[in-house]
Nanobody
Framework: QVQLVESGGGLVQAGGSLRLSCAASGRTFSSRAMGWFRQAPGKERDFVAAISWSGVSTYYGDSVKGRFTISRDNANNTVYLQMNSLKPEDTAVYYC?????????????????WGQGTQVTVSS
């Protein structure tokens, strides 16, 4: 497993942008798929975005397509989530995750390492 620490959350007005970072420890980061999920109060954890170990393939949830971009820097063991055109419904705790040999990138069961989460609040 890898240890994951998210940062970059905060309060932003609708239409604004935030960039989340997830720093990973451990030597296996570059071999792991990485994902972002989010969970709003009283709701299930939803898939946001994922990226393959190489960074060649990216995947997005329908609600964030065209607004969010996931990327990774394997040299620095970091994955990013650039969030643009934020909406109040994007408000949630955002979790970074890592998985090995992931088949279904949108299924949170595919990931075995999780960060503690970072709060994103979008005001209207």
């Amino acid at each position: 497993q890898v240890q994951l620490v998210e940062s970059g959350g905060g309060l932003v007005q609708a239409g604004g942008s935030l960039r989340l970072s997830c720093a990973a420890s451990g030597r296996t980061f570059s071999s792991r798929a990485m994902g972002w999920f989010r969970q709003a109060p009283g709701k299930e954890r939803d898939f946001v975005a994922a990226i393959s170990w190489s960074g060649v393939s990216t995947y997005y949830g329908d609600s964030v397509k065209g607004r969010f971009t996931i990327s990774r820097d394997n040299a620095n063991n970091t994955v990013y989530l650039q969030m643009n055109s934020l909406k109040p419904e994007d408000t949630a705790v955002y979790y970074c995750s890592a998985g090995f040999r992931v088949n279904d990138y949108s299924d949170y069961h595919s990931y075995n390492s999780w960060g503690q989460g970072t709060q994103v609040t979008v005001s209207s």
